[in-house]
């Protein structure tokens, strides 16, 4: 059972920039697919970006391409997904998730995913 901590979110201006980490239990290289989720009140969770099977292709929504970008550190067993030039609209909660059996039609579906982490907020004042 694959346990994740995400860590990093704050209240930041617009136009800012921060980096969220997420931590996990064990080794998760390939073949886990690791994604960043992201979810407002009453809204459905939000597909932000992933790195398929750990492998060189990352993936992102399209409101955010340009300014997060996803990489990871496999010695500490952590995915980071670093934000710049925040918008108000990028406030949510966001979550990490992982899963070992992703095909690539799958990987924005957040209910393909296996684990995942409580969340951490995202605040952007304007």
């Known amino acids: 059972q694959v346990q994740l901590v995400e860590s990093g979110g704050g209240l930041v201006p617009v136009g800012g920039s921060l980096r969220l980490s997420c931590k996990a239990s064990?080794?998760?290289?390939?073949?886990?697919?690791v994604a960043w989720f992201r979810q407002t009140p009453g809204k459905e969770r939000e597909f932000v970006a992933c790195n398929f099977r750990s492998g060189s292709n990352k993936y992102y929504a399209d409101s955010v391409k340009g300014r997060f970008t996803m990489s990871r550190d496999n010695v500490e067993n952590t995915v980071y997904l670093q934000m710049i030039n925040l918008k108000v609209e990028d406030t949510a909660v966001y979550y990490c998730?992982?899963?070992?059996?992703?095909?690539?039609?799958?990987?924005?579906?957040?209910?393909?995913?296996?684990?995942w982490g409580r969340g951490t907020q995202v605040t952007v004042s304007s």
């Open positions: 064990e080794r998760i290289s390939h073949p886990y697919t």
């Open positions: 998730a992982a899963d070992r059996n992703l095909i690539l039609s799958s990987v924005r579906l957040s209910s393909q995913y296996d684990y």
